[in-house]
Nanobody, 124 residues
Framework: QVQLVESGGGLVQPGGSLRLSCAAS??????????MGWFRQAPGQEREFAAA???????HYTDSVKGRFTISRDNAKNMLYLQMSSLKPEDTAVYYC????????????????WGQGTQVTVSS
């Protein structure tokens, strides 16, 4: 099994920054064979793709976060990060960490493992 635990959410003012972390663990987690991603779900909205990173580098962002968010991973520590800057009220959502075997994908059903989420609220 794979366990994913997010942290780092909170309340931030528009234009501010926040760094999310996701700790991966479990007997079947393999950082060298699993891609990871961040998804988010705003109130009353469906969960949507935000960013993803493959095992050794290829990265993809949804258009609305390009230039503001940076996804990264530390394979030695089994950690995934999302550095968010220039935050906007529309970034308010629960942010979920996800993992899958193989290269990254952009759709929820392609991911096998999910964390419980961390709330990010952007408001003055």
């Amino acid at each position: 099994q794979v366990q994913l635990v997010e942290s780092g959410g909170g309340l931030v003012q528009p234009g501010g920054s926040l760094r999310l972390s996701c700790a991966a663990s479990g007997s079947t987690f393999r950082s060298d064979s699993m891609s990871m991603g961040w998804f988010r779900q705003a109130p009353g909205q469906e969960r949507e793709f935000a960013a993803a990173i493959s095992m050794y580098g290829p990265i993809h962002y949804t258009d609305s976060v390009k230039g503001r968010f940076t996804i990264s991973r530390d394979n030695a520590k089994n950690m995934l990060y999302l550095q968010m800057s220039s935050l906007k009220p529309e970034d308010t959502a629960v942010y979920y960490c996800a993992a899958r075997n193989g290269s990254y994908r952009l759709k929820l059903p392609d991911y096998d493992y999910w964390g419980q989420g961390t709330q990010v609220t952007v408001s003055s």
